[in-house]
């Protein structure tokens, strides 16, 4: 079965530092796998996402994720935060010739102080 | 491109009432999925549709669940006999391309609470 972790429900950074968020999949398959952020009263919009081509991923607002098969691992990070990076942020991981269904983690809170 | 639409935002509702929410796909998206997420948690698989027919429903989506596509445009989900624990928000989303591969595209959710 596939699954997903993500370490920390909670993150806190300064603005400017760098973020990063950790999400660790299990697969028996190659999988693709994605993060999605979520603001406030919103629905999740897609930073970037992973599908077997070049393992260092780059998204928008910044962000950017590395596959790494030997550590089963997807970690989220953008070098300097803003304020505006303040949301809930979900890794998810779908499978190949599946029905496309997503499994996601139970989602990082990200704030970010002045 | 107006993005996926759901109705309503916010439907509070009393035990045992039945409730009926809307999805609006993007328009040229054959792809639709109902997600629910719960306080604290990420979304959750309910059930996946490809044009008009429904290929998986999870084990979440109780007998009280259903869910429809007529035509392979808009999607509903009703929910019958409502309980406390249905209390969430149903996101839908919709896409189109490769299986597995594809970008979900998620519309703002319906927040229903059941007093």
């Known amino acids: 079965a596939q699954s997903v972790t993500q370490l920390g429900s909670h993150v806190s950074v300064s603005e400017g530092a760098l973020v990063l968020l950790r999400c660790n999949y299990s697969s028996s398959v190659p999988p693709y796998l994605f993060w999605y952020v979520q603001y406030p009263n919103q629905g999740l919009q897609l930073l970037l996402k992973?599908?077997?081509?070049?393992?260092l991923v780059k998204g928008i607002n910044g962000f950017e994720a590395e596959f790494k098969k030997s550590e089963t691992s997807f970690h989220l990070t953008k070098p300097s935060a803003h304020m505006r990076d303040a949301a809930e942020y979900f890794c998810?991981?779908?499978?190949?010739?599946?029905?496309?269904?997503?499994?996601f983690g139970t989602g990082t809170r990200l704030q970010v102080f002045p | 491109d107006t993005g996926v639409s759901q109705d309503p935002r916010h439907k509070i509702t009393k035990r045992g009432q039945n409730v009926t929410f809307r999805c609006d796909p993007i328009s040229e998206h054959n792809r639709l999925y109902w997600y629910r997420q719960t306080l604290g948690q990420g979304p959750e698989f309910l059930t996946y549709?490809?044009?008009?027919?429904?290929?998986?429903k999870s084990r979440l989506l109780s007998d009280r669940f259903s869910a429809e596509r007529p035509k392979g445009s808009f999607s509903t989900l009703e929910i019958q006999r409502t309980e406390q624990g249905d209390s969430a928000m149903y996101l839908c989303a919709s896409s189109v391309g490769l299986a597995g591969a594809n970008e979900q595209y998620f519309g703002p959710g319906t927040r229903l609470t059941v007093t």
């Open positions: 549709f490809q044009n008009e027919a429904q290929l998986e």
């Open positions: 998810a991981v779908g499978l190949p010739y599946n029905t496309d269904k997503l499994i």
């Open positions: 992973y599908t077997s081509a070049a393992t």
